[in-house]
């Protein structure tokens, strides 16, 4: 601002406070996507490590998977695509946690918070471009499924609610990642996180029935929340499932509702208290 000049006018109505939050929210959004196309090494293995283990678990380890409940070949390849679409979201879950706990180790999240914008405007941009870059992946992945034979089978109402589950996991995850990245303290500190997160992410249906587990992993795995947008996916494609005859088996659809809501309501709040305490 030029010494002397009057402040700018801080808007006061509601309208007018909404379009300065988004648009302050694209800034910092943009700051993401200019990033990543200055830098595209990082986002091209983000995209290409789900589609790597698509083909390993596709091919290499697809004719050990005939006795798992599921016909090898094409047919595991059905059953495999709607659980590799719901871990693509979830790994998502690395990226936020890396990029928030990189910016506030540099001081980045602080000079964001001490310039004339709005203070939900840095989280609220570091979510649009996270939703994009987990768009982009989905697209990936559902391209690389047509290219070895995976189909959907239901109607297009159908698969548009799947691809809404399947972000509405992600958005949910988002917040998780935030919060991870704003506790962490550091981007060193996220290995450590991941090594927690991987087993938990792979302990679900993604690859194998749960039915073919012992009693008490695949009652463990029935209730992790991305086994229930896995087989809610399953259904809506009209692909192969797992079936199962417990409570949450038979409710997955509406687990694959209620659970990425349950994990909004505790990280979405979390996220914004550590946030506005960071330089406290």
């Known amino acids: 601002m030029i010494p002397g000049a009057p402040a700018p006018a801080i808007p006061r109505t509601l309208p007018a406070r909404l379009y300065w939050v988004f648009a302050d929210a694209w800034t910092v959004a943009r700051r993401d996507l200019i990033h990543w196309y200055h830098q595209p090494f ?17 091919y ?7 006795g798992a409940g599921v016909s090898s070949g094409a047919d ?20 936020t946690m890396t990029s928030v706990a990189t910016d506030a180790a540099k001081g980045v ?13 840095v989280v609220l941009g570091r979510s649009i471009a996270d939703m994009l870059n987990s768009a982009l992946g989905l697209s990936v992945m559902v391209a ?3 290219l070895i034979g995976w189909r959907w089978h239901g109607t297009v109402g159908e698969a548009l609610l799947a691809i809404g589950l399947l972000l509405g996991l ?7 990642g935030t919060y991870l990245g704003l506790v962490v303290g550091g981007p060193e500190s996220v290995m450590a996180v991941q090594i927690l997160i991987w087993p938990i992410l792979f302990l ?8 073919t587990m012992p ?10 929340p991305l086994s229930a947008t896995v087989a809610a996916t399953r259904e809506l494609f009209g692909n192969p499932g797992w079936g199962g005859d417990s409570w949450i088996a038979q409710n997955a659809l509406l687990m694959a509702v209620l659970w990425p809501l349950a994990i909004l309501a505790v990280f979405f709040p979390l996220s914004v208290r550590r946030y506005r305490s960071l330089s406290r």
Not at 76 to 95: C, I, N, S
């Open 76 to 95: 595991y390849r059905e059953f495999l695509m709607p659980g590799m679409f719901a871990m693509t979201m979830a790994f998502g879950l690395e990226g």
């Open 144 to 146: 690389c499924g047509l």
């Open 60 to 66: 290499l380890f697809g004719g050990a998977m005939s």
């Open 170 to 176: 992600r958005f949910s995850l988002l917040w998780v």
């Open 204 to 211: 679900s249906n993604t690859f194998v029935p749960p039915e």
């Open 109 to 121: 999240t602080d000079r964001f918070r001490s310039m004339p914008m709005s203070p939900s405007a």
């Open 42 to 58: 990082g986002l091209l293995v983000g995209l290409l490590f789900p589609v790597m283990l698509v083909l390993i678990f596709g």
């Open 215 to 224: 009693g008490w992993l695949g009652a463990i795995t029935e209730w992790n």
